[in-house]
């Protein structure tokens, strides 16, 4: 059955009462950021993990995605990654867009009040020496050449096959008990399962280059649309920089050549001049798909980053949006593996993550149509928009909300406590403690008044972290792994707690 036809809105579930004494091993095929981060979580949870990948293990610096969002580095630093990438990144706590906007990222309710300027290899990087450590096993040069699904029969659990050509064009079945494609827009996995791609094609004939620059921009990053051109200028941190512009006028195929004077033109007409570019090593054409599909599952095979979702590459959001499906699908994973959870909980990755990825779809689409702007009606409510949101502050904390990934809520049962689906921001725990400190290991922090405990880790050892507020607050919060809230009441007992961890815990 595919379980993303029947979602379960609500985050409860029901506990298992036998755990299994040994998870069974989970394929991950991709080792993009959104795959490295879900193997090293799986991994670092004591769950089997191998990673198939048809690249060979050197990590390419031609990086498409150069921005972490803050609720991103938020999941990095649950991980205790944080701190890593913020040293070799570049941090921007604000950002002009159409001449006029500037988005303003200090007054973020989390502890990064920026974006970080850092190239998708590097992140990378991290990830992987991560995934390495926590042990996960890499299949480089691996091609995944088909998935199939074998259901449970005779008290035997499911199970999934994926069927891949290695080195040297040998074949071979790996088995496993979940499979996620995180392979990208192209994903095989997503085709063995039969699931459509459906969308379109927004831009087309997108320049993209890498170049040294003559001239130093005034900003780290440089964004502009102008009459018929658009531009986007990044650092690599190495000497080079990233160059993404767009011509109305010039609607070739990807395939057609393509020279150092046409980037440098289109930079002119958007940015105003075009710093000197120089000795590019690397030029190239593509075109900007937006696509959903329509179901993240199908039985035992999850879809991941690129291969669930594509977008636009206006406000950075792809990378992190997958990130952040990673960071929403593993503990899931980890906690019915390991006997925590009934299989019902991995329903709710499609409800909760289907919505963000239709959102963020919306939202960076309308970003580069209004970036496209021509006749004088859009323009006209591109001006509008841009004065809207410099001058209305709710207006502009709910959208700077979506693009940094911190104002997504998930759905909650009716009748649930208002904080439920909530991100919860980093917040100060007693004893000088923080709640994404407490959240390591994968955890699930419950934070109460004072020193209530209501003997809540019992049992639960190595799961759950009891802490308590900083301050004077009375509410009881259940955090889950990924900083969402599972539960909380402003009158807990110690019989609604218990039942509350019983439920979501395990």
Same mark, same amino acid.
């Given at each position: ?7 379960n809105?609500?985050?409860? +579930? ?5 755990p ?23 991994a ?9 990948e048809?690249r ?9 995605a150069?921005v ?13 990654l944080? =701190? ?6 570049r ?26 300027? +850092? ?6 990087k991290?990830?992987?020496r991560?995934? #390495? ?9 691996t ?6 699904q ?8 499911g199970?999934?096959?994926?069927? #891949? ?16 494609g995180?392979d990208?827009?192209?994903?095989? #996995? ?24 003559a ?13 018929d ?17 767009w ?41 900007s798909?937006?696509?959903q599909?329509?179901?993240?599952r199908?039985?035992?095979v999850?879809?991941?980053?690129d ?8 406000g ?20 019915v593996?390991?006997?925590?959870a ?17 959102s ?7 970003? #580069? ?9 859009? +323009? ?16 502009r904390r ?19 406590h208002?904080?439920?689906g909530?991100?919860?921001? =980093? ?11 407490a959240?390591?290991?994968?955890r699930f ?20 972290t009891?802490?308590?507020w ?14 969402h ?20 815990v395990?």
């Open positions: 059955m595919n379980g993303a036809r029947h979602p809105p609500s985050p409860s +579930l029901t506990p298992t009462p036998s299994s004494p040994r998870p069974g091993p989970v394929i991950v095929v991709g080792s993009g950021p959104t795959g490295l981060l879900l193997a090293g979580d799986l670092a949870a004591g769950i089997p993990v191998t990673l198939v048809k060979p293990r050197r990590i390419s610096n031609l990086s498409r150069f972490l969002h803050a609720r991103t580095l938020e999941h990095f630093d649950a991980r205790g944080s =701190d890593e990438v913020e040293a070799v990144g941090p921007l706590d604000r950002l002009r867009l159409f001449g006029r906007l500037t988005v303003d990222l200090a007054d973020l309710p989390s502890r990064f009040r920026h974006l970080l300027v +850092l190239p998708q290899y590097e992140v990378e991290v990830l992987e991560r995934a #390495v450590a926590a042990g996960v096993e890499f299949r480089h040069e091609e995944t050449v088909g998935v199939r074998q259901p449970a029969e005779s008290g035997a659990e199970a999934v096959t994926v069927e #891949v050509r290695g080195p040297g064009g040998k074949t071979e079945a790996l088995r496993a008990a979940y499979v996620v995180a990208g827009m192209h994903s095989t #996995v997503r085709e063995a399962v039969g699931l459509p791609f459906p969308g379109r094609s927004a831009i087309r004939s997108v320049v993209l280059a890498d170049v040294r620059l001239e130093q921009p005034e900003t780290l990053l440089s964004v502009n649309a102008v009459g051109a658009f531009a986007f200028l990044a650092p690599f941190g190495d000497g080079y920089h990233r160059v993404i512009g011509h109305r006028g010039r609607n070739v195929p990807d395939s057609e050549p393509l020279h150092l004077d046409e980037v440098k033109e289109i930079t002119r007409l958007a940015l105003g001049r075009d710093f000197g570019m120089h000795d590019a090593r690397w030029l190239s054409r593509f075109h798909d937006e696509r599909a329509p179901a993240y199908v039985g035992r999850f879809l991941a980053g291969a669930a979702h594509v977008h636009t590459p206006a950075g959001q792809g990378m992190n949006t997958g990130l952040q499906d990673a960071a929403n699908l593993s503990w899931k994973l980890a906690a593996l390991h006997g925590h009934g299989p019902e909980l991995l329903d709710t990755y499609q409800s909760e993550r289907h919505p963000v990825g239709r963020v779809l919306r939202s960076s689409g309308g970003i #580069v149509r209004l970036a496209m702007a021509k006749h004088p009606w859009t +323009l006209a409510l591109r001006a509008a928009l841009t004065a809207v949101l410099d001058h209305v502050g709710p207006l709910r959208a700077t909300g979506h693009i940094t990934g911190v104002g997504f809520r998930y759905p909650a049962p009716r009748g649930s208002r904080l439920t909530t991100r919860v921001p =980093d917040v100060a725990l007693a004893g000088g403690g923080r709640l994404y400190e959240l390591r290991g994968g922090v419950l934070v109460t008044p004072d020193a209530e405990e209501y003997g809540a880790a019992s049992g639960r050892e190595g799961r759950l009891v802490a308590h900083a301050g004077g607050r009375r509410t009881t919060v259940l955090v889950r792994p990924d900083g809230v599972a539960w909380a009441a402003d009158d807990a007992d110690a019989a609604r707690t218990r039942a509350a961890l019983a439920a979501h395990g």
